[in-house]
């Protein structure tokens, strides 16, 4: 028996659509043990299989059960961290000695994408991109003046629908506007700047079409900035928004004002994970 521990992660930050990704200290922990009758369905039981397949291995059937899940249909990379779990389980088993940049090979090919397995395997703030089938991925400083919350509603939003309400085409102005903020905030999350954070997040490319998506999410965006919150994005494609906060600030007049909303949004404080997926026998 043994348990991967994988962090949530937040995708996008704004301008970085597709290409950043963020680890966060909110873990999804999955515990694997031998059985005769797995779930093949399993999206986890099915990347361990693939995975193993991708290493010419073999391997026993798993169960696996998570004592502590990153939310479904939020925007934290739930799916992402099953993945990577997966592919995790089957490098153990297999004793295969294959690096980090393979594993990510790996799961991006399951996953699709790579801005939230990136930083789910080597935690930070990480940049990914994919060039033919070759995945790319390096992780950017973060200052340790910086921390992080997450605005979680009690409702769900598929990934597959944020991804249709998005334009096929986008102005020139758009694209240029968005890498100037991309570098701007890139620069911001290095050197924890909150003049330069406050407005380096602006996002022309896909934010403006989902935050109609996420109900209250005009409202919650300036009572996050009333209360101390330096940028808020979509973590991902939503719904969940992502506070960036200066460390120390624990946004404490923002739950009162919550509590006068017409969802019920839980508010987490959390800081960044800086290892990534981890594997621990039991």
Known sequence: ???????????????????????????????????????????????????LEWMDATGPDLNV?????????????????????????????????????????????????????????FGGLVSSGMRGDEVYAGKLPLSDKLAFAVLIPPFTLSTSKA????????????????????????????NGDPHLIRHAFDDRLHQPYRFPLVEEADQLIEIAKENGALAVTLSGAGPSLLLIREKGDKLEGLIPQLAECKNQWKVRLCLTDTEGAKLTEL
């Open 163 to 190: 991804r249709q309400i998005l334009p096929k085409n986008v102005a020139f102005s758009d694209a240029t506007y968005n890498l100037s903020q991309l570098g701007l905030s890139i620069c911001s999350l290095a």
């Open 65 to 121: 059960y998570t004592p502590h899940a990153i939310p479904v249909g939020k925007g934290l990379g739930s799916s992402a961290a099953c993945i990577v779990a997966g592919v995790l389980a089957a490098q153990h088993i297999s004793g295969e000695k294959i690096s980090k940049h393979e594993i990510l090979q790996i799961a991006t090919a399951i996953e699709g994408h790579p801005d939230n397995v990136a930083p789910a395997i």
């Open 1 to 51: 028996m043994f348990e991967v521990r994988v962090p949530a992660t937040s995708g996008n930050l704004g301008p970085g659509f597709d290409s950043l990704g963020l680890a966060l200290d909110i873990y999804g922990r999955f515990v694997f043990e031998s059985t005769s009758s797995p779930d093949p369905e399993h999206l986890t039981i099915r990347a361990y299989r693939r995975a």
